[in-house]
């Protein structure tokens, strides 16, 4: 089953279904940035109240749009999320993916994230600098981070799930920081970077040593 396969490997998926627009009246999210003061030293237990927050959403029927949204969103909800209410099509919380040609009575409709949960799976917080900026802090890369980067391959591989090990093992050490945006936009660029450079190496290697590499 495709749906299974996508959902299984991280891979972002629509799921659209046509509904009357009068019975579609999506619950509003009730989900909220946390906020924190500036200069804030996260803890182990700080962590640990940041899953269990994240996994009690995940186990709503919003937990369904995680899956589907694939990328880091999927690795920190596929192991909360039951398959069987993926599998089972969009929620009655599935807000309008696109109006239909034939009539205004009708639209096709589909589970998705809003921005607030989105920031709620990834443990981002809110921050103040100074009087009037906010700035965001995250245990995770903020979902518009990650995309576009080299482990966003649109599929799960296993470089992101090394990746994603390796973070985790220095959270739990309680050696890894929360990072802004910009932090973790350069901390991925420098990832890319260095993945574009062992791909070179062995292009390199592949082309000095041919028999080698046959």
């Given at each position: 089953?495709?749906?299974?396969?996508?959902?299984?490997?991280?891979?972002?998926?629509?799921?659209p279904v046509l509904r009357s627009v009068a019975c579609n009246i999506p619950i509003q999210s009730e989900v909220r940035f946390?906020?924190?003061?500036?200069?804030?030293?996260?803890?182990?237990?700080?962590?640990?109240?940041?899953?269990?927050?994240?996994?009690?959403?995940?186990?709503?029927?919003?937990?369904?749009?995680?899956?589907?949204?694939?990328?880091?969103?999927?690795?920190?909800?596929?192991?909360?999320?039951?398959?069987?209410?993926?599998?089972?099509?969009?929620?009655?919380?599935?807000?309008?993916?696109?109006?239909?040609?034939?009539?205004?009575?009708?639209?096709?409709?589909?589970?998705?994230?809003?921005?607030?949960?989105?920031?709620?799976?990834?443990?981002?917080?809110?921050?103040?600098?100074?009087?009037?900026?906010?700035?965001?802090?995250?245990?995770?890369?903020?979902?518009?981070?990650?995309?576009?980067?080299?482990?966003?391959?649109?599929?799960?591989?296993q470089n992101a799930e090394d990746w994603f090990q390796h973070c985790l093992e220095k959270i739990r050490e309680g050696t890894?920081?929360?990072?802004?945006?910009?932090?973790?936009?350069?901390?991925?660029?420098?990832?890319?970077?260095?993945?574009q450079l062992m791909r070179n190496l062995e292009s390199l290697s592949q082309n000095v040593f041919p028999a080698a590499s046959?």
């Amino acid at each position: 089953m495709v749906v299974r396969y996508f959902a299984n490997h991280g891979i972002l998926f629509k799921t659209p279904v046509l509904r009357s627009v009068a019975c579609n009246i999506p619950i509003q999210s009730e989900v909220r940035f946390d906020y924190c003061r500036e200069g804030y030293q996260p803890t182990r237990t700080d962590y640990a109240h940041y899953e269990a927050r994240r996994d009690v959403f995940l186990r709503t029927p919003r937990g369904r749009a995680a899956i589907s949204t694939g990328g880091i969103i999927w690795r920190l909800s596929h192991n909360i999320v039951d398959i069987g209410d993926v599998l089972a099509g969009p929620t009655e919380q599935a807000t309008i993916w696109t109006r239909t040609a034939v009539s205004d009575d009708e639209a096709y409709v589909d589970d998705a994230l809003n921005e607030y949960e989105l920031d709620l799976i990834v443990g981002n917080y809110k921050v103040s600098i100074g009087m009037f900026s906010l700035d965001h802090l995250s245990w995770w890369p903020r979902h518009w981070n990650w995309k576009d980067t080299s482990l966003d391959m649109h599929i799960w591989m296993q470089n992101a799930e090394d990746w994603f090990q390796h973070c985790l093992e220095k959270i739990r050490e309680g050696t890894a920081p929360l990072r802004t945006s910009c932090q973790w936009k350069s901390s991925m660029l420098l990832l890319k970077k260095a993945t574009q450079l062992m791909r070179n190496l062995e292009s390199l290697s592949q082309n000095v040593f041919p028999a080698a590499s046959a």
